[in-house]
């Protein structure tokens, strides 16, 4: 039997048993929270290892892969920093850093769980709530990655589905505190502060605030503890005022939608001409979400249109020469979120 074939039937294996750990983790949580967790964490990590067994199977081995090692079971798999960064660096699909922390957090708690739990009776409930609220952030994460990699997770679309409709069960536990938070956001209104629908969880617990652009809005959501931000801008279709939000999710009411290259498109002010045209660096990558070719110029400042981040400085990668935001050091040496610098382009040379 071939490599090819192997792997596509070790890649259905991998895919089948993280569906069958985040079913589980949905089943446990109330009776064994603690194992719900470990459970979660275990299908969070099988996801990004199926990733990387899609691009090659020699990616899921930490070290010194060895095809009949690896058929039978007998070698270590990446960690989870091993599996993000090789993602990034090698399969060139960055895990954005929102996805990253929430992942992470999962990977804190469960080894918190295994090492050091013991929970009481009185903190039962309390830890129930703080694991379905954990665990619905790190879904919200995982099914968008999913569906970014739609031509990897295909054929299990539907079981994808299912466990989405299942996990809806745990916003009973965001119900529960959003009647108990009434009274304060109440008050909070009658101090005059923004109190808006969470573009997470839907209940109307955000309390916003002005961004850093004009039509900007950004705050955390009381129930869930998102941090929202949306930017209100006209639909081109009906020319009423819309909601972009977090994401790049655009969705007006008449029904129309933008994909993240046509936002880049409406919002980006760049004036090009025959003089500027090859300085341009619009649109530039975006060093907070990784986002490629997102950020554009709008009111004076750097727009990223997919997680919405306002930055005032572009640098250049010295290696691959792309724009983008955030701090980039020894670029040429290691490159940028779209790039491994000279230092990757050698070692896959010597490869």
């Given at each position: 039997m071939g490599i090819e074939l192997k792997q596509s039937e070790l890649l259905e294996r991998l895919v089948e048993n993280a569906l069958g750990f985040l079913s589980h983790a949905i089943e446990t949580l109330e009776s064994a929270p603690k194992f719900s967790v470990i459970d979660f964490y275990a299908a969070v990590e099988l996801f990004?290892?199926?990733?990387?067994?899609?691009?090659?199977?020699?990616?899921?081995?930490?070290?010194?892969?060895?095809?009949?090692?690896?058929?039978?079971?007998?070698?270590?798999?990446?960690?989870?920093?091993?599996?993000?960064?090789?993602?990034?660096?090698?399969?060139q699909a960055p895990i954005p850093s929102r996805a990253r922390a929430k992942f992470d957090a999962v990977r804190l708690h469960r080894n918190k769980m295994v090492h050091f739990f013991h929970a009481g009776e009185e903190g039962q409930n309390q830890l129930i709530e703080a694991v379905a609220i954990e665990q619905l952030h790190a879904w919200y994460e995982l099914h968008m990655l999913l569906r970014q990699w739609k031509d990897v997770f295909e054929p299990?679309?539907?079981?994808?589905?299912?466990?989405?409709?299942?996990?809806?069960?745990?916003?009973?536990?965001?119900?529960?505190?959003?009647d108990a938070l009434k009274p304060d956001l109440k008050r909070f209104e009658g101090e005059g502060k923004l109190i808006r629908g969470c573009s997470f969880c839907n209940f109307s617990a955000a309390v916003m605030a002005k961004g850093g652009i004009s039509n900007l809005y950004e705050g955390k959501c009381l129930v869930c503890g998102a941090f929202n931000k949306w930017l209100l801008m006209k639909c081109p279709q009906c020319n009423e005022c819309s909601v972009l939000s977090d994401g790049g999710q655009f969705d007006c009411t008449c029904g129309h939608s933008l994909e993240v290259h046509d936002l880049a498109d409406i919002l980006d002010e760049t004036v090009v001409t025959k003089d500027n045209y090859f300085e341009n660096p619009y649109p530039a990558n975006c060093g907070?979400?990784?986002?490629?070719?997102?950020?554009?110029?709008?009111?004076?400042?750097?727009?990223c249109v997919l997680c919405l981040d306002v930055s005032a400085e572009l640098h250049t990668c010295e290696f691959c020469h792309e724009a983008c935001t955030g701090e980039l050091e020894d670029s040429y040496l290691h490159g940028c979120g779209q790039c491994e610098g000279s230092a990757g382009w050698n070692a896959d040379k010597d490869d």
């Open positions: 990004l290892k199926a990733r990387l067994l899609r691009e090659h199977w020699s990616l899921v081995v930490a070290k010194n892969p060895d095809w009949e090692k690896f058929v039978s079971g007998d070698f270590v798999s990446v960690t989870f920093e091993e599996a993000c960064s090789r993602l990034e660096k090698v399969v299990w679309q539907k079981k994808v589905a299912q466990i989405e409709l299942r996990l809806q069960r745990h916003k009973k536990y965001l119900a529960a505190k959003f907070e979400c990784e986002g490629w070719h997102t950020v554009v110029s709008h009111e004076g400042k750097n727009l």
